[in-house]
């Protein structure tokens, strides 16, 4: 069974920083491309990074370029997140997300299948 | 304001069909990229409900379909049950976005 597992939240001050991790199991981790997904209280869901499979591509929402590093450590099946710089804005359940794909005659399309149960970040003083 | 427009709610009662439509534009849904659909049950995580506009993961229950129609896509559930009451999203891409991933601002389905 695939299973994400998030961990590293909670209360930290504005401008200060934060390490997610999320722990992957159940599938070939060094295959897939991983995001981060998050969502504001009471709020929908909004998109913040993208790491590919070897980690030599990385994507960012504008709201968190420069602020939020994103990495992984295949030999230990573990997805990061780095947050510096931290707003209360940044308050959030922070969802570890798994990248799919299918394909057709048209070539390759991704999509997020599997979901962590997430982790919460409190950004306040 | 999301990129992917849906209507912030939508009801209906138990055996009826709904419908919640995603609007987007020229540089997302109408560029011709793909949109999925996810269903988040009340205090859980999101689910992928339909992925590649149409497709259902397996144990999805065929009372879900999706299509998708210029810089449009629709999620249609027949047969209403109490257990969909839920938020639904839907997500694409946009290339004039960094990051590429946009999605819907998510729409509350109430089963009456």
């Known amino acids: 069974e695939v299973q994400l597992v998030e961990s590293g939240g909670g209360l930290v001050q504005p401008g200060g920083s934060l390490r997610l991790s999320c722990s992957a199991s159940g599938f070939t981790f060094s295959s897939y491309a991983m995001h981060w997904v998050r969502q504001a209280p009471g709020k929908g869901l909004e998109y913040v990074s993208a790491i590919s499979s070897n980690g030599g591509s990385t994507y960012y929402a504008d709201s968190v370029k420069g602020r939020f590093t994103i990495s992984r450590d295949n030999s230990k099946n573990t997805l990061y997140l780095q947050m510096s710089s931290l707003r209360a804005e940044d308050t959030a359940v922070y969802y570890c997300?798994?990248?799919?794909?299918?394909?057709?005659?048209?070539?390759?399309?991704?999509?997020?299948?599997?979901w962590g149960k997430g982790t919460t970040v409190t950004v306040s003083s | 304001q999301s990129v992917l427009t849906q209507p912030p709610s939508v009801s209906g009662a138990p055996g009826q069909r709904v419908t919640i439509s995603c609007t987007g534009s020229s540089s997302n849904i109408g560029a011709g990229y793909d949109v999925h659909w996810y269903q988040q049950l009340p205090g859980t995580a999101p689910k992928l409900l339909i992925y590649g506009n149409s497709n259902r993961p397996s144990g999805v229950p065929d009372r879900f379909s999706g299509s998708k129609s210029g810089t449009s896509a629709s999620l249609a559930i027949t047969g209403l049950q109490a257990e969909d009451e839920a938020d639904y999203y839907c997500q694409s891409y946009d290339s004039s976005l960094s990051a590429l991933v946009v999605f819907g601002g998510g729409t509350k389905l109430t089963v009456l």
């Open positions: 997300v798994k990248e799919a794909y299918y394909y057709d005659s048209s070539g390759y399309y991704y999509y997020m299948d599997v």
